[in-house]
């Protein structure tokens, strides 16, 4: 056996040592799971709902360890004592509490990610094991203390190396999935990961650089050491789209933390699932900040005393409605600082008890209490005095309240007087229109200002009573039980009660607009505008944020093109650290170099350096004679790097980026070039074997403009008619953003693919 064997073959050991302690845990855990749920509904109600709530605890604690099983142990530590400390995605000790897998979020890990030769206090090794399933596939040393004896023994044992797991991670297929960083994280990222709870982190970063992946396992860290108080408020990730979020869906089930909401601003508020897109300039217009002020004005603006205000008539005495009334008791019910169509109960109350005050000046007795109770239901039946009071304080719901501003010019004049005629021509839309994703911030500011629909605030108030009722019942339970200090708590009770478990509490997080979180990761960033950040800090009240973007790749011109501007007005300049990563992980040194430089010239601010490794050819241009040809080409491009690049087994992405104007085209042209290759491939797999199943390229093969495809990344990129691309963008410097987003998609190789005409009216 060589060293290197016998290298793998001790590392293996270790491997299924920690394997077989996870399948020992799952199957205890398992147990005492099936032990509970055996006990049925039988015995006394603080013994059936303490057994549901261990019941919740197994399954939490079931689902963490299965979602752990890939990649297990990644890494090992051996320091100047001659110890050994094995790294993986959890922590576990063996029945004897003897440590057998160190947590990679833990302290004690740090130095896997941090240590260098100048800096590694008392670790003199670093080794990377690969797995393959449960198998140990390869391992490397970096030796950290060059005069220990490690480097002559891992020179010796053929383990010396560098960067190959990172390298190695780097040149895989992509799958159509993010996959986790955790065994590969370098020291920039490990800084940003393990940064304070408090405040907000902002993480500017290149394409590849790695960004998203930070602020994933940032989330899972913080998680991790804040677990008392994350649990409850919960974690909230806002990505760009569905197709990211599909993208990113299982990098933190696999650092075993599931109980996570991630949303688009499109479907950040709950029943609202905005899909139309504005005009460039209609979104930028409503993310503005001064859209605040003509919601606020909208809403005031139902506060007024109505032009016609009538005489009622009780019991024979006529009573008039008078407008200085009305000024009182909007200004009592103003005075409350409460939503709304809450406050709105204070202003009929006291117009009705104004009234009533009224009737009773006009008698020459002192009236029963069972005659002021009558004329107390007269006046709330009576309907001319119910039309005016709504006239004066009308109860609203926030999409009618917009749907009416967007509709009507004369509103948008009224309540917002510093728009321009071209600027309200361009935010009229006809009344019922569809909601647009830049409408949600809008509709979220009215929400805030308005309060619940009265008609839904009766629903709530009776479930939170019972809410109330079924907590206070709980506290009673573990008091009498002398339990309520332990594991359970009345809450945990009152959870079980209701069928929620700890999972289930994003779920309900994501069921309920007023939910604040106790932590927010926001993802493409600099794509946010003013509104849409009030909207996020609206729900997290702490201001701890994980925020990343690159402000190079911003396309919305209400986005952020420079994060000093932006962030100190959103969380004052001492409350928020920029953090920069420089390396470029994704792109090969060809292809970031290339998109660097036309950055560059396009006066982007470029903050990556450069790419950690060269790949042959990763660069490549065709230049067309015409439109036809170009479409052909296209076609014969995508079918010949779907055969280089896409694998049977579902691994392998290439996308053809496209300017919006050719987009049905190139679609067709690829769908039959695909189809075609297809059918040659059937024929010769036929032809070698005649039991060959055929395949498909699925979404392996996408056409996608460049809004589709930010934070994310293929194998192979075609990027078709990058000067037409630029044309279509709403600016010059939105155009450059665009375009350097295509450029930096691809891990292996780029295609830049245009005709003679197209190259002429820009140098890429």
């Given at each position: 056996?060589?060293?290197?064997s016998?290298?793998?073959?001790?590392?293996?050991?270790?491997?299924?040592?920690?394997?077989?302690?996870?399948?020992?845990?799952?199957?205890?855990?398992?147990?005492?799971?099936?032990?509970?749920?055996?006990?049925?509904?039988?015995?006394?109600?603080?013994?059936?709902t303490?057994?549901?709530?261990?019941?919740t605890?197994?399954?939490?604690?079931?689902?963490?360890?299965?979602?752990?099983?890939?990649?297990?142990?990644f890494?090992?530590?051996?320091n100047?004592?001659?110890?050994?400390?094995?790294?993986?995605?959890?922590?576990?000790?063996?029945?004897?509490?003897?440590p057998?897998?160190?947590?990679w979020r833990?302290?004690?890990?740090?130095?896997?990610y941090?240590a260098?030769?100048?800096?590694?206090?008392?670790?003199?090794?670093?080794r990377h094991?690969?797995l393959?399933?449960?198998?140990?596939?390869?391992?490397e040393d970096?030796?950290?203390?060059?005069?220990?004896?490690?480097?002559?023994e891992?020179?010796?044992?053929?383990?010396?190396?560098?960067?190959?797991?990172?390298?190695?991670?780097?040149?895989?297929?992509?799958?159509?999935?993010?996959?986790d960083?955790?065994?590969?994280?370098?020291?920039?990222?490990?800084?940003i990961?393990?940064?304070?709870?408090?405040?907000?982190?902002?993480?500017?970063?290149?394409?590849?650089?790695?960004?998203t992946?930070?602020?994933?396992?940032?989330?899972?860290?913080?998680?991790?050491?804040?677990?008392?108080?994350?649990d409850?408020?919960?974690?909230?990730?806002?990505?760009?789209g569905?197709?990211?979020?599909?993208?990113?869906?299982?990098?933190?089930p696999?650092?075993?933390?599931t109980?996570?909401?991630?949303?688009?601003?499109?479907?950040?508020?709950?029943?609202?699932?905005?899909?139309?897109?504005?005009?460039p300039?209609?979104?930028?217009?409503?993310?503005?900040?001064?859209?605040r002020?003509?919601?606020?004005?909208?809403?005031?603006?139902r506060?007024?005393?109505?032009?016609?205000?009538?005489?009622?008539?009780?019991?024979?005495?006529?009573?008039?409605?008078?407008?200085?009334?009305?000024?009182?008791?909007?200004?009592d019910?103003?005075?409350?600082r409460?939503?709304?169509?809450?406050?709105r109960?204070?202003?009929?109350?006291?117009m009705l008890?104004?009234?009533?005050?009224?009737?009773?000046?006009?008698?020459?007795?002192?009236?029963?209490?069972?005659?002021?109770?009558?004329?107390?239901?007269q006046?709330?039946?009576n309907?001319?005095?119910?039309?005016?009071?709504?006239l004066?304080?009308?109860?609203?719901?926030?999409?009618?309240?917009?749907?009416q501003?967007?509709?009507?010019?004369?509103?948008?004049?009224?309540f917002?007087?510093?728009?321009?005629?071209?600027?309200?021509?361009?935010?009229?839309r006809?009344k019922?229109?569809?909601f647009?994703v830049?409408?949600?911030?809008?509709?979220?500011?009215?929400?805030?200002?308005?309060?619940?629909d009265?008609?839904?605030?009766?629903?709530?108030?009776?479930?939170?009573?019972?809410?109330?009722?079924?907590?206070?019942?709980?506290?009673e339970?573990?008091?009498?039980?002398?339990?309520g200090?332990?594991?359970?708590?009345?809450?945990?009770?009152?959870?079980?009660?209701?069928?929620?478990?700890?999972?289930?509490t994003?779920?309900?997080?994501?069921?309920?607009?007023?939910?604040?979180?106790?932590h927010?990761?926001?993802?493409?960033?600099?794509?946010?505008?003013a509104?849409?950040?009030?909207m996020?800090?609206?729900?997290?009240?702490?201001?701890?944020?994980?925020?990343?973007?690159?402000?190079?790749q911003?396309?919305?011109?209400?986005?952020?093109?420079?994060?000093q501007?932006?962030?100190?007005?959103?969380?004052?300049?001492?409350?928020?650290?920029?953090?920069?990563?420089t390396?470029?992980?994704?792109n090969?040194k060809?292809?970031?170099?290339?998109?660097?430089?036309?950055?560059?010239?396009?006066?982007?601010y470029?903050?990556?350096?450069n790419?950690?490794?060269?790949?042959?050819?990763?660069?490549?241009?065709?230049?067309?004679?015409?439109?036809?040809?170009?479409?052909?080409?296209?076609g014969?491009?995508?079918?010949?790097?779907?055969?280089?690049?896409?694998?049977?087994d579902?691994?392998?992405?290439?996308?053809?980026?496209?300017?919006?104007e050719?987009?049905?085209?190139?679609?067709?042209?690829?769908?039959?070039a695909?189809?075609?290759?297809?059918?040659?491939?059937?024929?010769?797999?036929?032809?070698?074997d005649?039991?060959?199943?055929?395949?498909?390229?699925?979404?392996?093969?996408?056409?996608?403009?460049?809004?589709?495809?930010?934070?994310?990344?293929?194998?192979?990129?075609?990027?078709v008619?990058?000067?037409?691309i630029?044309?279509?963008?709403?600016?010059?410097?939105?155009?450059?953003?665009?375009?350097?987003?295509?450029?930096?998609?691809?891990?292996?190789?780029?295609?830049?693919v245009?005709?003679?005409?197209d190259?002429?009216?820009?140098?890429?």
């Amino acid at each position: 056996m060589s060293n290197y064997s016998s290298q793998v073959e001790v590392e293996q050991q270790a491997v299924d040592r920690a394997y077989h302690r996870l399948d020992t845990l799952r199957a205890q855990v398992k147990e005492r799971l099936d032990a509970v749920r055996a006990a049925g509904s039988h015995g006394s109600p603080t013994q059936r709902t303490e057994r549901d709530s261990f019941a919740t605890m197994y399954e939490d604690r079931l689902g963490q360890l299965r979602a752990v099983e890939d990649r297990l142990v990644f890494g090992r530590l051996d320091n100047t004592s001659g110890n050994r400390r094995y790294i993986g995605r959890i922590g576990m000790s063996n029945e004897h509490h003897e440590p057998i897998l160190t947590d990679w979020r833990a302290e004690a890990a740090r130095p896997f990610y941090e240590a260098t030769p100048s800096n590694h206090g008392d670790i003199v090794m670093r080794r990377h094991i690969t797995l393959h399933f449960r198998e140990v596939s390869g391992i490397e040393d970096e030796v950290l203390d060059v005069h220990s004896a490690h480097v002559d023994e891992a020179s010796h044992n053929g383990t010396l190396t560098g960067e190959g797991a990172l390298l190695a991670s780097l040149s895989s297929r992509r799958t159509g999935k993010m996959t986790d960083i955790v065994a590969t994280i370098q020291a920039e990222q490990d800084a940003i990961i393990r940064a304070d709870l408090q405040g907000a982190v902002v993480v500017q970063g290149g394409p590849g650089t790695g960004k998203t992946a930070v602020a994933l396992h940032r989330a899972a860290y913080l998680l991790y050491t804040h677990r008392r108080m994350l649990d409850r408020s919960g974690v909230l990730v806002v990505g760009p789209g569905p197709a990211f979020l599909r993208y990113i869906d299982q990098v933190l089930p696999s650092l075993g933390e599931t109980g996570v909401v991630s949303r688009t601003i499109a479907d950040l508020i709950p029943g609202i699932h905005a899909q139309r897109v504005d005009e460039p300039h209609v979104a930028q217009l409503k993310g503005q900040l001064r859209m605040r002020d003509m919601i606020r004005n909208a809403v005031a603006g139902r506060e007024r005393v109505p032009a016609s205000l009538p005489t009622i008539t009780v019991n024979g005495f006529h009573i008039s409605v008078l407008a200085e009334d009305i000024r009182q008791a909007i200004a009592d019910a103003r005075r409350t600082r409460q939503p709304h169509n809450k406050a709105r109960e204070t202003f009929v109350r006291d117009m009705l008890d104004t009234m009533r005050r009224r009737y009773v000046d006009q008698l020459d007795y002192t009236p029963e209490a069972e005659e002021l109770r009558d004329v107390m239901s007269q006046l709330r039946m009576n309907d001319r005095l119910r039309v005016t009071l709504n006239l004066a304080w009308l109860p609203m719901d926030a999409k009618w309240m917009l749907d009416q501003l967007l509709s009507k010019p004369e509103q948008l004049r009224r309540f917002a007087p510093w728009l321009s005629d071209e600027q309200v021509q361009l935010l009229v839309r006809p009344k019922g229109a569809e909601f647009t994703v830049s409408d949600v911030p809008l509709l979220d500011e009215a929400m805030e200002l308005l309060g619940p629909d009265p008609r839904e605030a009766s629903k709530l108030a009776v479930q939170e009573a019972a809410l109330a009722r079924e907590e206070q019942y709980a506290k009673e339970t573990l008091a009498q039980a002398g339990i309520g200090s332990g594991i359970v708590s009345s809450s945990m009770l009152v959870d079980s009660m209701q069928g929620f478990d700890a999972e289930l509490t994003a779920q309900r997080a994501a069921a309920d607009r007023e939910w604040t979180y106790g932590h927010i990761v926001v993802d493409e960033a600099q794509e946010l505008t003013a509104m849409d950040w009030r909207m996020l800090v609206r729900r997290c009240p702490s201001r701890s944020f994980t925020i990343v973007g690159d402000v190079a790749q911003t396309s919305a011109l209400g986005g952020t093109r420079n994060w000093q501007r932006s962030m100190n007005h959103i969380f004052g300049h001492n409350n928020w650290s920029l953090h920069e990563l420089t390396i470029n992980y994704r792109n090969p040194k060809e292809v970031s170099q290339l998109a660097a430089d036309f950055a560059e010239r396009e006066g982007l601010y470029v903050s990556t350096v450069n790419g950690v490794r060269t790949v042959p050819d990763a660069v490549q241009r065709m230049v067309c004679a015409d439109q036809s040809e170009l479409m052909a080409v296209i076609g014969q491009q995508a079918a010949k790097l779907a055969s280089e690049f896409v694998d049977a087994d579902g691994s392998g992405r290439v996308a053809i980026i496209t300017p919006l104007e050719l987009r049905d085209a190139v679609q067709a042209t690829v769908d039959q070039a695909l189809q075609e290759s297809l059918q040659q491939q059937r024929y010769e797999d036929f032809c070698a074997d005649e039991t060959a199943q055929p395949r498909s390229y699925g979404d392996q093969v996408s056409v996608l403009d460049t809004q589709e495809v930010k934070g994310l990344e293929y194998d192979a990129v075609i990027v078709v008619q990058p000067g037409l691309i630029d044309q279509e963008a709403p600016s010059r410097i939105v155009a450059a953003a665009d375009l350097y987003v295509a450029l930096t998609r691809p891990t292996q190789r780029l295609l830049i693919v245009r005709t003679r005409e197209d190259e002429a009216s820009l140098s890429v």
